[in-house]
């Protein structure tokens, strides 16, 4: 505890950046549910895992996304650039790198 004039000021909590990302995620995750979101296609990627990485774009906004391998393969169609989608999931946030993603 320190003292700043009379009155004892608590030190501040310390927090770790996978505590705060995890914290982030939790909040995020229990106040949007899952949501239909319409974007553009940018740069996707199929990973050895199966998983297809992209970003949902459009003129002014971008968000990261992910379709996980199980859903992937339940696809009727390939996933392209420039391709007009409409996606449904929910919001996350990617612990390790701290970024949000759908």
């Given at each position: 505890?320190?003292f700043?004039?009379?009155?004892p000021v608590?030190?501040?909590r310390v927090m770790g950046?996978a505590?705060?990302?995890?914290?982030?995620?939790?909040?995020?995750e229990?106040r949007v549910?899952?949501?239909?979101?319409?974007?553009?296609v940018s740069?996707?990627?199929?990973?050895?895992?199966?998983?297809?990485?992209?970003t949902?774009?459009e003129?002014d906004?971008r968000?990261d996304?992910?379709?996980?391998?199980?859903?992937?393969?339940?696809?009727?169609f390939?996933?392209?650039e420039?391709?007009?989608v409409?996606a449904?999931?929910?919001?996350?946030?990617y612990?390790p790198q701290g970024r949000?993603q759908?």
């Open positions: 505890m320190t700043m004039g009379k009155e608590p030190e501040p950046v505590e705060l990302n995890g914290r982030v995620a939790r909040l995020l229990q549910p899952d949501l239909w979101i319409r974007g553009e740069r996707p990627t199929r990973a050895a895992s199966g998983h297809i990485y992209f949902l774009k003129a906004a968000i996304a992910v379709l996980f391998a199980t859903d992937a393969a339940r696809l009727t390939r996933v392209q420039g391709q007009a409409l449904r999931g929910r919001v996350t946030i612990a949000y759908l």
